[in-house]
């Protein structure tokens, strides 16, 4: 059974702040897996945050670019994504998901997703 638990992490931070999102992969190996970041504000439709393929990270949003980075540890099977100089508008739910291999940061690409951590930044 595919699972991927995005739970740790998330939390409340103030504007300028930093955050570590982690999410546990099973039923699968990490490894060969195209996997990705994406979030969703209230209000608004889920967007990819960060694309990353066996450890180098494809691409990521521009409005994250120079300030998040996404990364993975295969013989953890546990993805990663460092949040730093954060601000209100990062404010939303994460999600990991494990997706096809486009290279695109599309939610219509993604396969399975996690659960979802709120991340909240006030300023």
């Known amino acids: 059974q595919v699972q991927l638990s995005s739970e740790s992490g998330g939390g409340s931070v103030q504007a300028g702040g930093s955050l570590r999102l982690s999410c546990a992969v099973s039923g699968f190996t990490l490894t060969f897996a195209c996997m990705g970041w994406f979030r969703q504000a209230p209000g608004k439709e889920r967007e990819g945050v960060a694309d990353i393929v066996s450890g180098t990270p494809q691409a990521y949003a521009n409005s994250v670019k120079g300030r998040f980075t996404a990364s993975r540890d295969n013989a953890k099977n546990t993805l990663y994504l460092q949040m730093n100089s954060l601000k209100p508008e990062d404010t939303g739910t994460y999600y990991c998901?494990?997706?096809?291999?486009?290279?695109?940061?599309?939610?219509?690409?993604?396969?399975?997703w996690g659960q979802g951590t709120l991340v909240n930044v006030s300023s």
């Open positions: 998901a494990r997706k096809r291999c486009t290279g695109k940061l599309n939610p219509a690409d993604v396969t399975d």
